[in-house]
């Protein structure tokens, strides 16, 4: 089972539930490997291991980068050097923030822009500040654009994708977080790397997320299931269809649908 974290896996206060946590012991008693992807940088995801005993790989950045439990790398996959300006470039032009990833370094330009508190809470470590991204374009492994412009965000998606075509993925991991990674960097390259990797059947894999960025993984696996905070849109593209992360949706979903009630899976 592969889950997206923020607005699945955790509530919105990003807490880790006691019976979210119950649900990914049973699914270890029961024989299932259990796999957490996100927008989050590995070292943002760190907290999570030791509560649900994770062995599989961690993958950050949407899968651009895919670390073992204690943090080492096993793969990266940065963003082509040569559109990472012209990415910046897009994204300001759109009116958003941009943050950028390299490495385990995350950088802002503006430490009091919109959602950088927040962000900084989530992953529990500070952004450095750069006042210009000006020759930063090796190692790049995630470009974010930020704003509560909503309708500002979906539209500079739709003109990434248009514009870079298959140089980068952009998909929204949030509906104020446009991020911009790897072409293979996406969460339908995840599930595929985790059936290579544990030689499991995409049939076999369960995949459970809410965001747009989610339904690239739905298409790789015999079993998608949509949170209930997830907009209609991510719903219509999944088998299945839970409760919000604010009710238990996530081990609600592996209790009905993955171990059913005989707790077998």
Do not use: C
């Not at 980068?65 to 990472?84: F, G, H, K």
């Not at 941009?98 to 962000?119: F, M, N, S, T």
Request: no cysteine; glycine share 8%.
């Amino acid at each position: 089972m592969l889950a997206d974290v923020d607005g699945t896996l955790v509530t919105n206060d990003k807490v880790l539930t006691p019976r979210a946590i119950e649900a990914v012991r049973k699914l270890g008693e029961a024989g299932v490997l259990f796999a957490i992807t996100s927008g989050r940088p590995p070292r943002g995801m760190s907290m999570l291991i030791e509560p649900l005993h994770l062995t599989t790989p961690i993958a950050g950045f949407n899968g651009g980068i895919y670390t073992r439990d204690d943090m080492t790398v096993i793969s990266e996959q940065d963003i082509p050097a040569r559109v990472v300006a012209p990415v910046i470039s897009l994204l300001a032009s759109s009116g958003l923030d941009v943050w950028l990833y390299r490495g385990a370094d995350w950088y802002v330009q503006d430490p009091d822009g919109p959602h950088v508190a927040k962000e900084t809470s989530t992953v529990r470590f500070d952004p450095l500040v750069a006042a210009s991204y000006d020759g930063m374009t090796d190692g790049v492994v995630k470009i974010v654009g930020v704003s509560d412009d909503l309708d500002a965000v979906a539209a500079a998606a739709d003109a990434a994708r248009d514009k870079f075509g298959d140089h980068v993925s952009a998909a929204r991991s949030q509906p104020y977080y446009l991020d911009v990674t790897h072409p293979e960097a996406n969460k339908g390259s995840v599930a595929k790397y985790l059936s290579r990797t544990y030689q499991i059947p995409a049939e076999q894999i369960a995949t459970i997320g809410d965001q747009p960025n989610d339904v690239l993984m739905f298409a790789h696996s015999g079993l998608s299931i949509a949170m209930g905070n997830a907009t209609h849109e991510v719903q219509r593209a999944a088998r299945r269809v839970t409760a919000s992360n604010q009710d238990e949706g996530f081990a609600k979903a592996v209790e009905r649908y993955i171990l059913g009630q005989d707790g077998q899976a």
